[in-house]
């Protein structure tokens, strides 16, 4: 094992950021180094008759061996738009010698990259920039049309369209901060709320904003469609819950009708709305408020009906079931529950998630539940026997956005990490018992990791001082990759296994090597 890795030397890097990435290209004359930073570095490997000009170029008496550094030479530096995720290199190189690189971008765009050319001035030049796919920040707002055909997602600056079954984005808008979203009954018109307060209304067809309203004197925290589809409500955190109707108006500038919203009637809360919900029948309205309680509202004469109270954590989301039976809140406090719409008692109370539930959806006519959580995980859920029925891992930082298809056959989310994701119904079983197994295996290991790097902590960690506090052992800028998880741990066994198997063959061969040797003497 001291044989197979050997130390050859070191290579001065232009940055001091610490390294992401080291990676060759295919053909072994280029390396790559990522920092944490915009920067890539390449260096390039001299070939052997370069690597020997050195001692060539020296009388006999001063020879000496190359060095590292003389086998590994700066060959240029890369400076991307954002900061660099990851890079790869292409597997051939062009006809003149030079080679491509892709790097990924934290803006979550993609730079395409020639280098290596024969000009000294310009060694690398960039080729292409894929930035238009996909959102530039996180994505706040998901929202389906009627027909689940469109899907509409929402982030900073941007609003973007895009056909379900193609997967392909139709539609780019430029908008404000976009925080809650829905498809204007006919899906020809889009409207969103703000950060800032304001209603925007789009035209999908002409791809222009067509009206912005001074709607809210805060952010509008929630927004949705009325059952009978003449108008919607919105929630904002200027304490305030608008009813609004639409209507045809006539433009000022084309005279031509165009959608509109008309201004009904205001509920002034006593605390910021976070989200507001109708009952399917538009019998019930359901507003949670910052004080951690939902107020349930009459909607025709908006009489006070019940109070949900019980979250420790304000209420970031809610949905009423199809049947007006159930209301399911979920709360920054990690925990979603179920009431009666009847009596407002609670049904069940059930801690869901790792960390804050961000948004939760009935599937029409059941009482199954999707929830999404800044833990990055989605669940599903069965309300009646309070059963989580599946979870579904895959994003890399918060969900933030969840749209469910008319009838479960799909779900989308939204996330941070600035992907969308759709995840689809199949036929294939689910047995609870299976998946209980996988989480109960799951968090065996997690323990088991847990506990080896508490055992393997510093001496002294941990020790209170004289003052009664924690003694924190100094936590070092660099240091060796020591976080285990249970591929490294597997990995490190095999390591073991066939350590020791090398270990018994050559024992075996030198064993034979000794009887060969006895025989030739004798």
């Keep these: 094992l001291k044989k197979a890795i050997k130390y050859r030397g070191s290579i001065a890097r232009a ?52 060095t590292f550094a003389d086998e590994i030479v700066p060959l240029t530096l890369i400076k991307a738009s954002s900061k660099i995720k990851s890079f790869d290199f292409k597997n051939t190189l ?17 730079e395409i990259y020639t280098s290596g050319l024969q ?3 310009q060694p690398t030049v960039q080729n292409a920039i894929i930035d238009l796919h996909g959102h530039r920040s996180d994505i706040r707002t998901l929202a389906l049309s009627s027909d689940d055909e469109m899907l509409l997602s929402g982030s900073n600056n941007a609003i973007k369209i895009w056909n379900i079954h193609t997967k392909q984005c139709i539609r780019t808008l430029d908008s404000g901060y976009a925080l809650c979203s829905a498809f204007v009954p006919g899906n020809k018109h889009v409207i969103i709320g703000t950060k800032t307060g304001q209603l925007e209304i789009y035209d999908i ?13 805060g ?17 904002s955190a200027d304490k305030d819950v608008k009813f609004w109707d639409f209507q ?57 009906f019940l109070s949900l109270y019980g979250h420790k954590l304000p209420v970031l989301s809610m949905d009423i079931s199809s049947d007006n039976t159930l209301i399911a809140t979920a709360s920054a406090d990690k925990s979603i529950k179920l009431w009666g719409l009847d009596f407002g008692d609670c049904h069940k109370s059930i801690f869901a998630h790792q960390d804050s539930i961000m948004q939760c959806q009935f599937v029409w006519g059941t009482h199954y539940l999707f ?20 979870k579904l891992e895959g994003h890399h930082s918060e969900v933030w956005a969840l749209a469910v298809g008319k009838y479960g056959n799909f779900v989308v989310t939204g996330s941070h990490d600035r992907s969308i994701r759709i995840w689809t119904k199949t036929e294939e079983p689910l047995f609870l018992e299976e998946e209980r197994d996988k989480e109960y295996e799951q968090m065996y290991n997690e323990n088991a990791i847990n506990d080896e790097d ?15 506090e924690r003694m924190e052992t100094e936590v070092q800028e660099v240091g060796s990759a020591g976080k285990k998880t249970m591929e490294t741990l597997k990995a490190g066994e095999t390591i073991l296994e066939a350590i020791e198997i090398y270990e018994d063959e050559k024992g075996k061969m030198e064993e034979y090597e000794q009887v060969r040797f006895f025989h030739f003497i004798c």
């Design 15 to 66: 940055s001091k950021e610490r390294v992401g990435t080291l990676k060759f290209h295919p053909s072994g004359r280029y390396l790559g180094c990522q920092g944490a930073d915009r920067n890539i570095e390449l260096f390039k490997k001299k070939i052997k008759s370069t690597k020997n000009e050195k001692t060539e170029e020296k009388p006999i008496e001063e020879n000496e061996k190359p």
């Design 94 to 110: 062009n006809k003149d010698g030079s080679f491509n690189i892709m790097a990924a971008l934290s803006n979550n765009s993609v």
């Design 119 to 121: 000009s000294a001035e």
């Design 205 to 217: 067809s002409s791809s222009s904003l067509i009206e912005s309203i001074d709607a809210h004197d």
């Design 219 to 235: 952010a509008i925290w929630s927004l949705q469609i009325r059952p009978d589809k003449k108008g919607f409500v919105t929630g």
């Design 248 to 304: 045809l108006v006539e433009d000022e500038k084309t005279g031509m009708r165009r959608l509109s919203a008309i201004h009904m009637r205001t509920l002034r809360m006593s605390d910021d709305v976070l989200c507001v919900r109708y009952s399917q029948n538009q019998k019930l309205i359901a507003i949670s408020l910052l004080d951690c309680t939902v107020k349930v509202f009459y909607h025709d004469t908006l009489k006070f």
């Design 371 to 390: 929830t999404v959580s800044k833990d990055k995980i989605v669940k599903y859920w069965d309300c009646d026997k309070f059963e989580n029925i599946q």
């Design 454 to 468: 508490r055992n393997n902590l510093p001496i002294g960690s941990g020790v209170e001082n004289e003052n009664g």
